[in-house]
């Protein structure tokens, strides 16, 4: 649990999210992140793919199968004096905008990568998505445990497709049946694997010094040796480690291990708590908010439907920018100018869903929502402002939806609305036809809409296929050439949910085209509220 003293010490607060491909090992390490934050007694029991543990406030059934619930939205436990808050970044079939936006709430991200595999597309998407506010990155070479691919090579890897430079900060000793440990650059020891370990957190043995003869009697001489010369080799090649340019998202730590064998993810932690951030402020349309400002202020990033099927309820996750959350408080909803007092916020400690008596800039709270929060939304202690930076992805999946009942028009196309308003989902109504046009970032999202619409709006709608590929919001500075611009890509223009100007393109290569077409107009795939 976390100590009382610290909970109001922001400095010792560090948000983080984690980026990987699916499969990478999030799950496990997530695991393991917990366990060192005794959180958990045992791992293995977060999302219960396989031990059936699923958390007691699974919303929808279809979510229930899936095993995705909302105490693993947020979790808040504490590390090496510090108060850790770790954001989920749904990954599979959950995949969604939310992942998206779930990362303009963190301050740093993990990225886990398959040191079997190597840098994989999910990843190179979310990497994409830090760059928006240029995140601090830390990096975690996974599976050492199996045959992986030259370390060398993965970290040329990294840098060449993901644009960062790599600075590692432990070093693999042999891999698959042969892995050894790992060498720590910067405190010159060797701590040694053992196999085995996995689900608890067990003493390791430590080499000092690179040239103890201890190494060569505890890995054999030859992984020694390779070990001293690859050394040699890295330091020379890669970079060292600096503060400044991992704040600029242009340096990542790279650490090494295997999160199934409970091997290096402490020394990542260690790397999270001493480099990652406390708490940094965000911008607003009118300057920006510092975390250490006294007046509590708060951006909605994420939206979670139905979780409570007797209540119905929507939880509005809200990340702390700045001051305190009390028990009780009244709170400014500055969209909708209005005093709202927030009695019953929950917090997420140690993975539990519970009612809490206060909360600091860094953490994330969820207000319950009837209705009336939308992604975005800023909450402040009575000044008007609205925070910038949480924005709408374009889609990458498309499809048309249409009712069973055709009487339902207005019903559908409302229920289409609050849900795009929300954040579930977009919806594109073309300039020239009357289709519905449903956009997502993750397949789920699709039958979560559909779900949704029939419980929340009694309408039964179907999918069928559309031929968009993408989708880019349009502006232009000069309004006669908009208007122009809309007269003439009348057919591949649609409005969204919010009535903003939007092209609709069959595909990537036409979208290109349209680029080159009209340089006077720009395409955005990313939207402000
Ligand atoms: P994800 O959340 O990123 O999708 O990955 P997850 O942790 O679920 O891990 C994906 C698979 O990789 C799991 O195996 C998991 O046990 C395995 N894994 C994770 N870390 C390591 C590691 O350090 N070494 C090895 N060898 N495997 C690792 P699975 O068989 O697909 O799932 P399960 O049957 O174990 O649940």
Known sequence: MAEKNHLSDISKRRTFAIISHPDAGKTTITEKVLLFGRALQKAGTVKGKKSGQHAKSDWMEMEKERGISVTTSVMQFPYADHLVNL??????????????????????????????????????????????????????????????????ELLDEV??????????????????????????????????????????????RIIKGLDNPELDGAVGSDLAQTLRDELELVVGASN????????????????????????????????????????????????????????FSGFVFK???????????????????????????????TRIGKDVRIADALTFLAGDRALLEEAYAGDIIGLHNHGT???????????????????????????????????????????????????AVQVFRPLVNNDLIVGAVG??????????????YNVEAIYEHISVNTARWVYSEDPRKLD????????????????????????????????????DIQFTHTREH
Request: hydrophobic share 40%; aromatic share 8%; proline share 5%.
């Open 373 to 423: 929060i939308r992604i975005g939304d800023t909450f402040t202690a009575g000044e008007n402002f609205r925070f910038t930076g949480i924005p709408n992805f374009a889609p990458e999946l498309f499809k048309r939806i249409r009712l069973r009942d055709p009487l339902k028009q207005k019903q559908l196309l409302k229920g289409l609305i609050q849900l795009s308003e929300e954040g």
């Open 87 to 152: 954001l989920d970044t749904p990954g599979h079939e959950d995949f969604s905008e939310d992942t998206y936006r779930t990362l303009t709430a963190v301050d740093s991200c993990l990225m886990v990568i398959d040191a079997a595999k190597g840098v994989e597309a999910r990843t190179r998407k979310l990497m994409e998505v830090t760059r928006l506010r240029d995140t601090p990155i830390i990096t975690f070479m996974n599976k050492l445990d199996r045959d992986i691919r030259d370390p060398m």
């Open 303 to 333: 939206i979670q439907a139905n979780m409570d099927p007797k209540h119905r309820d929507r939880i509005a996750f809200c990340r702390i920018v700045s001051g305190k959350y009390e028990k009780g408080m009244k709170m400014k909803h």
């Open 484 to 519: 122009e611009f809309r007269r003439k890509a009348e057919h591949n223009l649609a409005l969204d949910g919010g009535d903003n100007l939007t092209y609709i393109a069959p595909t990537m290569v036409n979208l290109q085209l349209a680029r080159e077409r009209y340089p």
């Open 240 to 295: 060292e480690f600096d503060q400044e340019l991992f704040m600029a998202g242009e340096i990542t730590p790279v650490f090494f291990g295997t999160a199934l064998g409970n091997f290096g993810v402490d020394h990542m932690l260690d790397g999270l708590v001493e480099w990652a951030p406390a708490p940094l402020g965000r911008e607003t349309e009118d300057g920006r908010i510092e975390a250490d400002a006294a007046a």
């Open 443 to 456: 397949v789920l999202q699709f039958d979560v809409v559909v779900a949704r619409l029939k419980s929340e």
């Open 159 to 204: 840098e060449t497709e993901l644009n960062i430079a790599c600075a590692p900060i432990t070093w693999p000793i042999g891999s698959g049946k042969s892995f050894k440990g790992v060498y720590h650059l910067h405190r010159d020891e060797t701590i040694l694997y053992q196999s085995g370990q996995g689900h608890t957190i067990q003493p390791v």
